[in-house]
């Protein structure tokens, strides 16, 4: 048996429609998780379609409910074959964002596949029921052509991941043993262009945080008070303009990153950012400067102004406003201290005679992770994944965007790889969600090409 024999039974099982009804059948599921009464849904997901799927193929599968009582449960699902084979653990997350029902084009239903040209619309088709079921599949695929996969898998199903994955750090804290591995590979997200096979490493983490600025009790008349009150809002634009240049760059010091190592600049300066279909034009004189465009998006910390609000905007009365308040966030990279973000940005407001601005930062950040483009393992899935497509793979060091992927990369301790079947255009978390017929059908090959050479015995060695 050979890996082409595994690619041309992967090619069948699309050409044959056995994909678009699998991934029909999990559409179907309403698995809304930042909805109330979904906990039927998200159980039954698992119950009655992936434990099934995947019981068939060998795995034991359990089911834990998460740790916090107002989520969603996790299921954890293990092949073992041999304590001498590599072991990969896989993710994929079952829940998705509501439906929006009634917005979406033509009267589609998000609960079904409709197809329009290139386009599977249905919620979840990207995000991520989609990218799972390629990637089950073509375990599936390697299965039934190998008879055997020639490593050891572990799958985590999520079923919160849209709620911000409550619970998920602490579960796989808790069972850390379950998630024992010598890499991550999962899918979720983007390719950097639809037509470009990817891999990214990790993303950028999200620190956000709340100025605020009370400076009167009520508002004041202006024409009587004008002239001799502070204007919060003034203040506060002033204190925004001493931590942010016009073009973007970041004056607090100590929140810039200006350091990129040599491996992920010239993994970043081969990727081409922007372009295609509902994207908006690049502003290529905005951020941090010195740096590629490409640079400013996955290697610098950018700060932006989430919302601003001083006075009533829906009914501006002729009056001094009370107070103003401004929420901010920083997207930040590997090296930079979060612990350290907040004492910065005080010492710099007081620094600047803002010492009346409050600052509050949010629990919980999302943590920024990124695996060196020359691991070891990076290396060996862009081949695997090169020889399948013949041709480059664009290898992102890190996405701009955030995921929970420090609880792989730095609690669980893995190589992590994810290599996303998407597209920017894909209007995901929007009405009218899809997929990409190429997109699947490259990727359906990609990921049955990957679990095939990981049964051939030459993998990287784990790291004691
Ligand atoms: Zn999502």
Known sequence: ???????????????????????????????????????????????????????DMGFTCNVYPNPRKDAGPFLVAQRFESDDLPTVMTYGHGDVVAGYDDQWDNKMSPWHITKVGQRWYGRGTADNKGQHTINLAALKTVLDTRGKLGFNVTVLIEMGEERGSPGLKDFCAAHKDLFDADVFIASDGPRIQPENPTIFMGSRGVFNFTMRLDSHSGGHHSGNWGGLLTNPGVIMAHALASMIDRNGKILVDGWRNTHIPNSVRDAIAKLEVGGGENTPEINSNWGEPDMTVAERVFASNTFEVRAFETGNPKSPANAIPPSAIVFGHLRYVVGTDITQLMPLLRTHLDQNDFNDIKITSERDPMHATRLDPNHPWAKWVVKSLAQTADGEISVVPNLGGSLPNDVFADLLGLPTIWVPHSYAGCSQHAPNEHILESISQSALRLMTGLWWDLGEGSTPKKAS
């Open 1 to 55: 048996m050979s890996r082409d024999q595994a690619l041309a039974a992967i090619e069948d099982y699309y050409a044959s429609g056995s994909f678009e009804a699998q991934l029909a059948r999990r559409i179907y599921f309403k698995t809304e998780s930042n909805l109330p009464n979904c906990d039927d849904a998200l159980q039954a997901y698992l119950d009655d379609d992936i434990i099934p799927y995947l019981s």
